[in-house]
């Protein structure tokens, strides 16, 4: 643990340095992030999730700064160039950026023209040029003329000499940071179809002629542009005013109005056109990757989030369909626990034989396993089973029928989880069965796919994959601990997201229950083969045991925590059950009677509130949702028409709205709401329940324009306007924690060799 780190840390999140200390030795031991948050508050001073993330995070950061920091060091010590200022200079730096500056003139690289010079003995000809101290330059060069040397003109030593100072200029801390300022405060970025690409790339039309801000554009526009340029539609380029860009190297370098500042001014010049201004532009498509990667990573987090803790259905006796013409639709009947009980294949959209024999089966089916809810695919024929089988059903009012997302089921059913789930039925048996579990609970069902495949995301294939997946992984083991899980129950996927345990162990829990029986408690947890100390301590509290030994194992209390409870309980002469089965024995509580070295208030509050509602779901109850029976392809649509929809997907530009026509439709950022809107996620999230209207039907395209707006051709409210009334959040609201700022850019400093040249020019 760096001391250095947790003071770092704890200023830019503006906490004490015992929190961040706490959470980094929690880190240390191997404590998740959704223990650190739900177990040890005390400890961390009751940090949330987003705060102890951000902790890990950066300090993940800074150990690869010292990384890197360690490694430049060691080469410059290896090459002869460490001395202790520049030791001084390495240690001081606070950013990758500002280390790599400081490594640059020391950094081994290939021949270049400044080196080819020196190597010709024309750097003392470059330090009397740059001292600027009126000399004649022609003069100068004049004894530096060596044909042996390829120096058989005057021009010919200048030249070199200004490739010296050039390159000089360039490796200059102070003028790359200022020159790498004016990139990103006044850089622009210039998108041009390549000739002849105009048909082949007409998805890219928008950027054929395109500028854009740095600083303003926005992570999708530059992920498209730089997908437009990977797929050789788009030429890009980025650079800031040149004449600006020249002058902060003029200003840093050229003292003096004679005929050697003309020669330095020409260095100046070439210095940014051939160097920096490559150099640069390098940097800056890196760190504009780097944001809209952020930006997109983060997106695609809150929309996965939002759908992994979509409502479920719950534990309900579920036909699942997945619907097709052609090829019938692949019919499954579940049990409650999700048990795969009965298969077959209809054929509701063939010949009426076919359809009459498809309606007996379904209807029998229903009253032989007793269906409660039926789960209908979103996909091709989705909206016509639908209808058939609410007709099927027209005596059994009681079953729900029930459009069911299938995004990514197709991905479930090749894969080899369906396989080993599944051994001796083909895919479409197996896709039948995840679309009736997503009914029954998302969550459970979705963890077993890979995030990139649900269909959720923005430009997810062009981010950095692994921050990707570190990031969706993380959003998954909140949503899998912030739930629960019911240990008797869940397949080996949703084990593995629990706090602590991981694929080996979840598939030695199965194991154990397989061969065992059902856990009866969670102290059988201990039984499972290599599950120790700290992985019980890390999983118990989220795992879930109803009907249990101990009827506090159903709920969120921590095993380490059932002392207290019995405790309270025995000082209430009542058992435990009394106590969370009557609030009256409850309120009877005084806490602070129970706090101690070991455990304090937050805990505590946390145990009361657990009591009273245990193994509570935090998820919404849910709701039954029916698109518009008269509406079921896109040519059905008609610009006007109020319709139902869910949102399905929610990125920077908009939001997608599925309607039941097979093809989202696209509500822009202005179409979302009457008043100005800085982010679609402010207004809406995924599988929020909408009335839209129909703006535009584009069949040639397959695209639909969709508003939520109640006055569709009214101008939004001006973003200063909409700004202006804005209400302050209850002081009992919750907080949003602590967040780290952006790290601040490099500090200039100087090089070495300009330094050099400043002394010999008297400076």
């Not at 520049?86 to 606070?94: E, G, I, T």
């Not at 940071?177 to 890219?204: M, N, P, T, W």
């Not at 309270?568 to 969370?580: E, F, P, T």
Request: with cysteine; charged share 30%; glycine share 6%.
């Amino acid at each position: 643990m760096n001391p250095t780190h947790i003071a770092t840390i704890a200023a830019e999140m503006n906490l004490t340095a015992d929190r961040i200390q706490a959470v980094a030795r929690l880190l240390e031991d191997g404590a998740t992030v959704p223990f650190i948050s739900r177990y040890r508050k005390e400890a961390t001073g009751s940090l949330d999730e987003v705060a102890v993330t951000a902790i890990r995070d950066r300090l993940t950061q800074l150990d690869e700064l010292d990384s890197r920091r360690d490694t430049i060091l060691k080469s410059l010590e290896q090459h002869g160039h460490l001395t202790d200022e520049l030791k001084d200079q390495v240690l001081a730096a606070a950013t990758m950026t500002e280390i790599e500056d400081i490594y640059l003139p020391y950094r081994p690289k290939r021949r270049t023209k400044a080196t080819i010079a020196r190597e010709k003995g024309l750097e003392p000809l470059a330090l009397a040029i740059l001292a600027q101290k009126g000399a004649d330059p022609q003069t100068l060069a004049a004894d530096y003329m060596d044909p042996e040397k390829s120096v058989e003109t005057v021009e010919d030593a200048l030249a070199g000499a200004r490739d010296i100072i050039a390159e000089t200029i360039n490796e200059d801390g102070e003028t790359r940071s200022r020159v790498r300022d004016l990139f990103f405060e006044k850089g622009v970025i210039h998108s041009r179809v390549i000739e002849g690409k105009e048909v082949e790339g007409a998805k890219f039309k928008d950027y054929f002629e395109w500028e854009e801000s740095v600083a303003t554009s926005p992570s999708h526009r530059i992920l498209a542009m730089r997908r437009g340029e990977k797929e050789e539609i788009l030429s890009l380029s980025i650079a800031p005013p040149a004449e600006q860009a020249i002058a902060i190297c003029e200003d840093r370098f050229v003292t003096g109005e004679g005929p050697d500042a003309e020669q330095v001014r020409l260095a100046a010049q070439d210095a940014y056109k051939r160097l920096l201004s490559r150099s640069m532009e390098t940097e800056v498509r890196v760190r504009l990757k780097e944001r809209a990667d952020a930006e997109a990573i983060r997106v695609f987090s809150e929309n996965l989030r939002q759908l992994l803790l979509a409502s479920p259905l719950g534990a309900k006796r579920v036909m699942g369909l997945d619907p097709g013409f052609r090829t019938g639709c692949k019919l499954v009947c579940l049990d409650r626990q999700g048990k795969l009980l009965h298969n077959d294949t209809i054929y509701p959209h063939g010949s009426q034989k076919q359809a009459d024999a498809a309606r007996q089966t379904v209807a029998t089916l229903c009253k032989k396993f007793a269906v409660e809810a039926v789960a209908v695919g979103n996909g091709t024929a989705g909206r016509e089973t639908q209808a058939f089988v609410k007709e099927a059903l027209v005596d059994a009012r009681s079953i729900s029928v029930i459009m069911v997302n299938e995004s990514g089921a197709s991905v479930y059913s090749a894969s080899e989880t369906a396989r080993q789930e599944f051994p001796d039925h083909d895919l479409t048996v197996r896709g039948s069965v995840s679309i009736g579990r997503r009914l029954m609970d998302p969550l459970s069902e979705l963890v077993k796919i890979d995030p990139k495949s649900i269909g959720v995301g923005q430009y997810q294939h062009d981010v950095d994959q692994f921050a990707l997946k570190g990031a969706l992984d993380d959003v998954v083991v909140s949503c899998v601990n912030g739930v629960g899980v019911e240990v008797n129950r869940a397949s080996v996927q949703l084990l593995t997201y629990v706090s602590g345990l991981g694929p080996q162990l979840a598939k030695n829990i199965v194991a154990y229950r397989d061969e065992n029986g059902a856990f009866s408690g969670r102290d059988a947890l201990k039984k499972v083969k290599r599950l120790g100390p700290k992985a019980f301590e890390q999983c118990a509290g989220f795992l879930r045991i109803k009907d249990g030994d101990n009827p506090l194992d159903a709920s969120a209390v921590h095993p380490e925590s059932y002392a207290v409870v019995n405790a309270m309980a025995k000082d209430l002469d009542c058992s435990v059950s009394d106590l969370m089965a009557d609030g009256a024995l409850r309120k009877k509580i005084d806490l602070a009677r129970y706090v101690s070295d070991a455990i304090g208030l937050p805990t505590l509050t946390d145990i009361l509130e657990e009591l009273a509602k245990p193994g509570r779901d935090p998820r919404e109850p849910f709701e039954h949702f029916s698109f518009d029976e008269n509406v079921s392809t896109i040519q059905d649509l008609q610009p006007g028409m109020r319709l139902p929809g869910i949102v399905t997907n929610v990125t920077n530009f908009g939001a997608f709205v599925d309607v039941g026509v097979h093809q989202d439709g696209l509500v822009h950022i202005s179409q979302l709401c009457d008043r100005f809107v800085k982010t679609p996620s402010d207004v809406v999230s995924v599988q929020q329940k909408v009335t839209v209207t129909v703006m535009e039907v584009d069949l040639a395209r397959n695209r639909i324009s969709l508003s939520m707006r109640s006055d569709p051709g009214k101008k939004p409210q001006s973003k200063a306007k909409a700004e202006t009334p804005r209400k302050k959040r209850p002081a009992s609201g919750p907080k949003k924690s602590p967040q780290p700022p952006k790290p601040a850019g490099p500090k200039p400093f100087n090089n070495p060799f300009a330094d050099a040249f400043r002394k010999a020019s008297g400076r």
